[in-house]
């Protein structure tokens, strides 16, 4: 008997710990973006550019390694290095062309099927946080 009351406590410590952590572990999808703090950097007005004016400037690369770190490397991964859930960006090419590829993703996100698999963050974070980030990755940049 002493057994069972063991094994019947043991189960509902189990049961406790799944209904207060499982909602814990799950809840890395729906995160509110992290504000990016810009101030440090030079402006560039309201309208987006089409080539990154923070491309390799020291501050803006700081801020952008920020940025990322709390707005995108839950999904695309620490370093710019993807885990699988999205895009590896350190094959984002460089230049105009990566420019282009990027800040079309991050103005408008990515939906496919009526599934969202990257929130827009052009109007969240704004232009100069988004080239910061940018900046960052360009650091990051590999053929490999």
Known sequence: ???????IALGAAFATLAMVAGPQIMAH??????AVDTSDLPD????????NPY??????IEIGTSAYNQNCARCHGLEAISGGIAPDLRYLELGPSGDSWY????????SHDGKVYMPPFGEVLGQKAGWAIRAFLETKYTEE
């Open 1 to 7: 008997m002493r057994n069972m009351t063991g094994r």
């Open 29 to 34: 999808g729906d995160v509110t973006p992290q």
């Open 44 to 51: 560039i007005g309201e309208d987006w550019l089409e080539e």
């Open 55 to 60: 491309s390799g400037n020291a501050r803006a």
């Open 103 to 110: 800040v079309e993703r991050y103005r408008n996100g990515s």
